[in-house]
T-cell receptor, first 114, second 108 residues
Framework: NAGVTQTPKFRILKIGQSMTLQCTQD?????MYWYRQDPGMGLKLIYYSVGAGITDKGEVPNGYNVSRSTTEDFPLRLELAAPSQTSVYFC?????????????FGEGSRLTVL | RKEVEQDPGPFNVPEGATVAFNCTYS??????FFWYRQDCRKEPKLLMSVYSSGNEDGRFTAQLNRASQYISLLIRDSKLSDSATYLC?????????FGAGTRLTVKP
């Protein structure tokens, strides 16, 4: 199993550009999450999904959009990139609630907006 | 107010020391709690879950006080390899909220 795979690993964007961060998992997990981590800070929840076709906002959803058309994929879209979106983005998944609660993370996508 | 708050540190301790990290959470509906470890520029990884009765995993002990909404992590006999950032996590109904992390450096 590959686990959680994120692409790209690194990206530089210009202000106003758009892009999609891809996330896919092969563990058949229902729950998927997108977090961002600014330097020296903890993880802030952007969006999450409890299953295909269901998404919900987290703490910092502004400037982002997500979709969940399949169990495996949970892409994160930045429509008009701003310098404040420079961060490391982590995608994570877990089977559901009630279990051990372990989140399985991807290796992260480092985004710089100039 | 942040939903999960931690002392950011840094904690600089010698090998063999005992060190304790504290964490508080504000949402009384939080159901489960965890400690994650994050190495520099890496993804977080689960260190241990935190149970109401307290639990131990080798040199690591976690405690939960629901009345005070307080979680702790104790590391005994610190090793150089324990140097990392430790993240406190509170699980709500469907999502998980992270604290800002406490950085630990263990020195020879």
């Amino acid at each position: 199993n590959a686990g959680v795979t994120q692409t790209p690993k690194f990206r530089i964007l210009k202000i106003g550009q758009s892009m999609t961060l891809q996330c896919t998992q092969d563990m058949n997990h229902n729950y998927m999450y997108w977090y961002r981590q600014d330097p020296g800070m903890g993880l802030k929840l952007i969006y999450y999904s409890v299953g295909a076709g269901i998404t919900d906002k987290g703490e910092v959803p502004n400037g982002y959009n997500v979709s969940r058309s399949t169990t495996e994929d949970f892409p994160l879209r930045l429509e008009l990139a701003a310098p404040s979106q420079t961060s490391v983005y982590f995608c994570a998944s877990r089977p559901g609630t009630g279990g051990p609660g372990e989140l399985f993370f991807g290796e992260g996508s480092r985004l710089t907006v100039l | 107010r942040k939903e999960v708050e931690q002392d950011p540190g840094p904690f600089n301790v010698p090998e063999g020391a005992t060190v304790a990290f504290n964490c508080t959470y504000s949402n009384s509906a939080s159901q489960s709690f965890f400690w994650y470890r994050q190495d520099c520029r890496k993804e977080p990884k689960l260190l241990m879950s935190v149970y109401s009765s307290g639990n131990e995993d080798g040199r690591f002990t976690a405690q939960l006080n629901r009345a005070s909404q307080y979680i702790s992590l104790l590391i005994r006999d610190s090793k150089l390899s324990d140097s990392a950032t430790y993240l406190c996590v509170a699980e709500r109904i469907n999502d998980m909220r992270f604290g800002a992390g406490t950085r630990l450096t263990v020195k020879p």
